[in-house]
């Protein structure tokens, strides 16, 4: 999917000047692409859910691509990223440290691959942005219902089609 490059990118460092929302923004690429990279491979199907779930124009999307390709090759570990991003928003928003959680459980499982990598990740950015067991547990019975449903639809689906 993407192309590694030699050189190290510090990628917290080359965008440190932009706003907070956009740094929030870049924030969450850096741990979508690295969580996506944990069990081995980054999917087409992953980086489109990525790009699913940030707001943008088309003629963003370069730009969105260009930064997960950064975040890919970035050495540093997802909690290096993890800490960056709770030192920036601090005890602001919890609610949106909490959707960030969710968008990795969910990307975790969008290749239909859940490995023991991604999920040690998403528990160890879970604690750094200091959302209890609880609240992880709640966010992963939810998902998984809702995958449940769709994929429950989707097979009745697949049979109303055969039977008609």
Request: one cysteine or more; glycine letters at 4%; charged letters at 30%.
């Amino acid at each position: 999917m993407f192309r590694l490059l030699m050189s190290k990118i510090d990628v917290w460092e080359k965008y440190r000047h932009e706003s907070q929302q956009t740094i929030c923004i870049i924030g969450v690429l850096i741990l979508s692409a690295k969580l996506c990279k944990a069990d081995g491979h980054f999917s087409e199907i992953e980086e489109e859910e990525i790009l699913k779930i940030i707001p943008h124009e088309p003629q963003q999307k370069k730009i969105l691509i260009r930064i997960l390709e950064e975040a890919y090759n970035d050495p540093n570990p997802i909690e290096n990223d993890a800490k960056n991003l709770k030192g920036l928003l601090k005890d602001e928003h919890p609610e949106f440290l909490e959707f960030i959680i969710a968008v990795l459980y969910k990307l975790a499982h969008t290749d239909r691959v859940y490995s023991e990598s991604e999920d040690e990740d998403i528990r160890s950015v879970a604690n750094i942005f200091g959302i209890t067991k609880g609240f992880f547990n709640q966010t992963q019975e939810c998902i998984k219902n809702y995958f449940n449903k769709a994929t429950s639809s989707l097979k009745k689906e697949k049979k109303g089609n055969v039977n008609a």
